[in-house]
């Protein structure tokens, strides 16, 4: 076992002062087992976020929580994130467990309350209540997946929903994949172009309506 709290930490980059005052404590956990050195537990607490995980050689499971506001602005100190600004919270949990015949099954939900990214007092993205639900299942090897059997996301808001689930068997390690999927949803435009404008240049400003898909 081990166990490291830093804090009081105080400096400078050149230009700008780092200082890190309250405490960040670490602890983890290891094993020696028949396959080797196994990390059993790890937690992370921090006025910014709290993890706590643990691990067996079947079975990964833990829960998070992070206040991304104080997270931008401690993680600024050391990367330059002035023209950016964050503001929410989120809290989730997630687990990976290995089944028989190098198969795994995997899930993982996020809860965002008051989420919001700007660039340049731009706001780009911005969520009230926005909960996410991922589950998968597949082959893997060494926790790391080569094949996809079933998968699923959904996207449930106040006033929206997005469905998505993969309908066919996906070689991971195929050099040309092929997604066969289906898409539901529902809700207001404008909380779908909010979704796509980060990654989207031609989303438009301004957008209203409500809207249904099916493909």
Do not use: C, Y
Not at 124 to 142: H, K, R, Y
């Amino acid at each position: 076992t081990a166990e490291a709290t830093v804090q009081d930490v105080v400096g400078t980059d050149g230009r700008r002062a780092i200082r890190w005052e309250q405490p960040i404590h670490a602890q983890v956990e290891l094993a020696d087992t028949s396959q080797g050195l196994q990390l059993k537990q790890f937690s992370l607490s921090a006025p910014f976020v709290e993890t706590n995980f643990e691990t067996n050689a079947e079975e990964i499971t833990g829960d998070f929580q992070l206040d991304l506001g104080q997270f931008s602005q401690e993680v600024g100190q050391f990367v330059d994130l002035d023209a950016w600004q964050f503001r929410g919270t989120g809290v989730g949990s997630l687990s990976l467990a290995r089944m028989a015949g190098n198969q795994f099954e995997a899930s993982a939900k996020v809860n965002l309350t008051d989420f919001k990214v700007a660039h340049e007092r731009r706001e780009i993205w911005a969520e009230p209540q926005l909960q996410v639900d991922l589950s998968a299942t597949g082959e893997e090897v060494e926790f790391t997946p080569k094949r996809l059997s079933s998968a699923t996301v959904k996207l449930h808001g106040p006033q929206d929903t997005f469905d998505l689930e993969l309908l066919d068997p996906v070689d991971l390690t195929a050099a040309e994949k092929s997604w066969l999927v289906q898409l539901q949803g529902n809700g207001p435009l404008a909380s779908w172009a909010g979704r796509m404008r980060p990654w989207i240049d031609s989303v438009p400003e301004q957008i209203e309506g409500e809207a249904q898909l099916k493909a």
